[in-house]
């Protein structure tokens, strides 16, 4: 079986504006383009702007190894659904990769399991990567909660997935206590929650899908403690925040280490 190629993703959050996100993307294709296909071979890399600069992020990618992701998506394809985007706008412009149930999407904007669920499940009908974010919060670790947490997150953002949609999710672990506080997981803490959620989708999808799919970990990640994480085995990648908004420091994180 192929071994899995590790996904680094930059969410690049509500941040920038297009003149910025053009010299981002310059900035990073300088650093990363060259070394393509040698990182092609054990990585993908990953954006995730804003919404209304895809388009612009599109342009700027054009030729590059580099992957297109969006933050969010409405699970209609078209509708009365004021403010929102579609999975087909998305891939008209060559989005692959939606990212589903940030935590930020989840304690700010209110977002439960069920509509993540519905998104993740239209995500899956158009072809795209679902990056599907589960994390406990401060007070769930704190209690001793966080597997449990994680898990009841993780089964009912995939409710009604069959075994053949299973292997192109992704599942991002993102502690909310680690995101954009500067404290990391320890790479020990993430490979038991990953273990534990490789273990569900083991048992309810099988071996072959439970090794194949990623699971990611986000919050803090930066260019000196990416090297830690993304060499466990079961850390299959890194979703970067605010150390993703820099090309010198986005462009460290894709080199990381991976084993
Ligand atoms: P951070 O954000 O790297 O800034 O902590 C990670 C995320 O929210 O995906």
């Known amino acids: 079986m192929e071994p899995r190629k590790k996904l680094i993703a930059g969410n690049w959050k509500m941040h920038l504006v297009?003149?910025?996100?053009?010299?981002?993307?310059?900035?990073?294709?300088?650093?990363?383009?060259?070394?393509?296909?040698?990182?092609?071979?054990?990585?993908?890399?990953?954006?995730?702007?804003?919404?209304?600069?895809?388009?612009?992020?599109?342009?700027?990618?054009?030729?590059?190894?580099?992957?297109?992701?969006?933050?969010?998506?409405?699970?209609?394809?078209?509708?009365?659904?004021?403010?929102?985007?579609?999975?087909?706008m998305l891939k008209s412009y060559g989005v692959t990769h939606v990212i589903l149930g940030h935590s930020e999407r989840r304690h700010i904007f209110h977002e439960p399991d069920e509509l993540i669920n519905k998104k993740v499940l239209a995500a899956l009908r158009h072809r795209m990567v679902p990056i599907?974010?589960?994390?406990?919060?401060?007070?769930?670790?704190?209690?001793?909660?966080?597997?449990?947490?994680?898990?009841?997150?993780?089964?009912?953002?995939l409710e009604g997935i069959g075994e053949d949609q299973m292997p192109p999710v992704v599942v991002a672990y993102e502690p909310v206590w680690a995101i954009g506080t500067g404290r990391t997981a320890t790479p020990e803490q993430v490979e038991s929650i990953h273990g534990a959620i490789r273990g569900v989708?083991?048992?309810?999808?099988?071996?072959?899908?439970?090794?194949?799919?990623?699971?990611?970990?986000?919050?803090?990640?930066?260019?000196?403690?990416?090297?830690?994480?993304?060499?466990?085995?079961?850390?299959?990648?890194?979703?970067?925040?605010?150390a993703s908004l820099k090309a010198d420091s986005f462009a460290r994180i894709v080199r990381a280490r991976t084993r």
């Open 18 to 88: 297009p003149v910025e996100a053009r010299a981002l993307i310059a900035g990073l294709r300088a650093e990363i383009d060259r070394d393509a296909a040698t990182l092609a071979k054990d990585r993908e890399v990953m954006v995730a702007p804003p919404g209304v600069l895809i388009p612009a992020v599109a342009q700027a990618l054009a030729g590059s190894s580099i992957l297109l992701g969006a933050q969010n998506m409405h699970y209609e394809d078209k509708g009365a659904f004021t403010g929102e985007v579609s999975a087909p």
């Open 201 to 242: 989708i083991l048992e309810r999808y099988g071996r072959e899908r439970a090794s194949a799919m990623r699971i990611i970990y986000g919050g803090s990640v930066n260019a000196e403690n990416v090297d830690s994480l993304v060499s466990k085995p079961d850390i299959d990648g890194a979703l970067v925040g605010g």
């Open 132 to 157: 599907l974010c589960v994390g406990e919060t401060q007070d769930e670790h704190d209690s001793g909660n966080a597997l449990a947490v994680v898990l009841r997150q993780l089964e009912r953002g």
